[in-house]
């Protein structure tokens, strides 16, 4: 893996006000072929203006054309002006245009990045409102059990005519999903086209260094393995100058109060698995039946971090509906600003990019694919989390092996919903739907079967309008 000090070395950005590139980088420029980039969904502006920053960042791309596609004019207008502010304080020499037809974003784009919301936060909200109502208390909902599985089922339709796309227009890209519920929609898109993508997040990484601050590790010296599921990947190994360093981590949450006060559910969890999981406690306790199925257990774990209090599902919701009337002024305040920060941040994807499209420097990352006995142990076909190998030659999955039996069940029973789910939208059968909701650890150390049916029988009437691939719902 690389590590801090050589992605310094690999580091350029200009300064930080409008300037002519310095003639190293006018060279490095002429040595590659121009590309194309397409951002879909790019009015989601904080991830379109990290990552264009990031990949302009890099000097075979610092001539590409910037492809920003929405469906909604006025966001895209916005990021239009972001995106060109970037591309003046940096001093590139890069196109960019903007576009609601998708497949003029597309058209022999060699990268692609996805960070789509199907169906507005208004449909959203029926996604943890309903569930509540019948006890299920659910914080986010964007990944997995009843919130997470529609919003998959309003997603996978929008993903399938984007890869559709993708295969007419630019069938040799490289496409990276940021969009969620990643397993589900990567699933898809893997089993079902033949679009070469992969979904990242952050969670991965951003629970390495998380870790490394807790035992006071500088995070060049750390090494570790991390394989599972989206949002349940877990370290199978995580070292300290070649040291276990699990034994570090341990004794930084039983002797710090605020250390373990920061991840309750996930530090519970690696107490007790001996194994730490990625992604904060607030989503992992809706993807165990361990935490949020009694009111005194969601007050003893869940009110301080990352895990969220009782009522956050609607503090959560508040904030994004509020957003919806004050997310342009956000845009403006940005933009206003005079100068504009260039140094590269910690996102995966211009990496992935210059390894494969730039000038070739191998990149190791953790990506979600099809699981192609990569995982021994958890299903085939299902969408795991392991590493990649980002090279000239490709993505490059690296093989996992066993994941130790107490995490193997969590993660296959997990994965085994979500396939189901990924079946249930492909052939419009609404009882698969049914099906993979009534396993879910959650929901049911919380429902009954018959109280199963009657939430999932709700929350289809509340999505109807959203699911055209389901002619009944009964």
């Excluded at 309003?154 to 559709?164: E, F, S």
């Excluded at 630019?170 to 993508?197: E, H, R, S």
């Excluded at 990019?353 to 694919?369: E, R």
């Excluded at 093989?399 to 419009?428: F, K, R, W």
């Amino acid at each position: 893996m690389l590590n801090s000090s050589q992605l310094k070395n690999n580091l350029w950005c200009g300064a930080v006000t409008n300037e002519i590139p310095a003639p190293h980088l006018i060279l490095a420029i002429g040595r590659y072929k121009m590309k194309k980039f397409a951002f879909i969904g790019a009015g989601s502006f904080a991830f379109t203006r990290k990552l264009v920053r990031d990949i302009l960042s890099f000097p075979a791309f610092a001539d590409s054309t910037i492809a920003l596609m929405d469906i909604d004019g006025e966001r895209l207008s916005f990021i239009k002006r972001a995106v060109d502010k970037i591309v003046e304080a940096g001093g590139y020499p890069a196109k960019v245009i903007a576009t609601q037809d998708r497949a003029e974003a597309l058209a022999d784009a060699d990268g692609i990045i996805c960070t789509i919301l199907s169906g507005t936060v208004d449909v959203w909200r029926y996604d943890i409102e309903i569930p509540m109502k019948y006890g299920v208390d659910i914080n986010v909902g964007d990944t997995r059990g009843p919130a997470g599985i529609f919003r998959a089922l309003r997603t996978i339709p929008a993903m399938l005519d984007i890869c559709r796309d993708i295969e007419k227009y630019c069938p040799n890209a490289v496409f990276l999903n940021y969009t969620n519920p990643m397993t589900m929609l990567c699933g898809a898109m893997q089993n079902f086209t033949n679009v070469n993508v992969t979904g990242l997040c952050h969670s991965v990484q951003g629970t390495a260094h998380m870790l490394a601050r807790w035992i006071g590790a500088p995070m060049d010296e750390i090494t570790y393995l991390c394989g599972g599921i989206n949002h349940q990947a877990w370290f199978l190994e995580f070292k300290w100058k070649g040291k276990d360093a699990n034994p570090l981590i341990r004794d930084a949450i039983l002797n710090s109060t605020e250390i373990y006060n920061v991840e309750p559910v996930r530090n519970e969890m690696f107490l007790h698995l001996d194994y730490y999981v990625t992604e904060s406690s607030g989503h992992n306790s809706e993807y165990n039946a361990w935490f949020r199925k009694r009111t005194d257990l969601i007050q003893k774990y869940c009110d301080t971090g990352t895990s969220w209090n009782p009522g956050k599902h609607a503090y959560i919701l508040n904030s994004y509906l509020a957003r919806k009337e004050t997310w342009k002024d956000e845009i403006l305040k940005w933009l206003e600003q005079e100068t504009v920060d260039l140094r590269r941040g910690h996102e995966y994807a211009a990496n992935i990019f210059n390894a494969m499209l730039g000038d070739g420097t191998m990149f190791k990352f953790n990506g979600n694919v099809s699981n192609r006995g990569y995982i021994e142990n958890l299903p085939e076909h299902s969408c795991v989390e392991v590493p990649i190998l980002a090279s000239k030659s490709g993505l490059e999955p690296i093989h996992v092996g066993v994941l130790p039996p107490q995490l193997a069940i969590l993660n296959s029973l997990n994965a085994q919903c979500e396939q189901l789910a990924v079946e249930g939208s492909m052939s419009g059968d609404p009882r698969k739907i049914f099906h993979a909701i009534c396993h879910d650890p959650l929901t049911a150390a919380v429902l009954s079967l018959a109280e199963i049916k009657q939430m999932v029988d709700e929350m289809f009437q509340a999505n109807r309008e959203w699911l055209p691939q389901f002619k009944h719902f009964s």
